[in-house]
């Protein structure tokens, strides 16, 4: 299937849209928390993430992987001609620009899979009481899950360089925190998450264009940093990462036989203003509190 990079020039100016936004600051920590234990919200105010293990069943990651298999198959006939992103009944599917060398299904050769959280169990998995409860702790009563992405990262797909969630987030308050559940085993082989601890006191940096020609559409680059305390976190299937949305992270290339995979949220405070125009991947959906309507 013919396939076209994404040239340079397009790159810079995403980042360049990106860069508005250098500068910005999120000093603000947790204080008083009713639902998170102490160990929690230490990590949270000091570290920028909070690991909690063993948060589903190992058989709920599969009825995940399944699910997106089928909305991947349906969303993308065997015959359709090669595109970086496909649109179809809610989801945004984008193509993986370096795929392995052996591809065998549509799934082997996709990147990620946007907004899922209103259907199967990326809609429960959004209900689930005790992630609320924590979400609550950091923004509050009225909380929004605003965007969804399930993460192949099949086998021989790089790494996204170190960025801060944030600078995607063009929005009039902070943080907005991440949910990373791993949907398998992510290890430094096949391609786990990296973080700078405490990084997420930091402003907004510069982020560059990942100038690698096959890179991702999408993906820039921390460059004016150092990284030497680096933290790979290594995940068991069912764990899950919530992280803020200045810390600075990045992840491993794959460079195992098997795909790691990995379904992240972004959550909002209810009311968060997101600028003249939506991001085409956002989809705000109330999970707790007064609701978006209210
Ligand atoms: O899962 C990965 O490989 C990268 C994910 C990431 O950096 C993100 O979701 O911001």
Redesign the pocket.
Known sequence: MERKDIDLDSKKEFSKKLNEQAGRTSSRGVSDVRFMTADQKKSWNQLGYILIPNFVEESFCDQMNNEVSEIIQSLIPEDSAFSHAYAGDGHIAIREMKPGENTETIEDEISKLFRIHSKGSFNAFIKNEILGNILEDILGPNIDCFLS?F?F?NPGAW??PW?Q?STYFPFDREPQV?A?LATSEATIEN?C?VVLPGSHHEHLHEHLPDERKESNYGYTEIKDHDFSKEMPLLLNKGDLLLFHSFLM???FDNKSSSR?T?M?YHFAETGTKFGEVDSPTNEWISIRGRGLDA
């Open positions: 992405q993460i990262k790494g996204q960025h969630d991440a990373w391609g998450l992270h990045k992840s790691r990995a992240v």
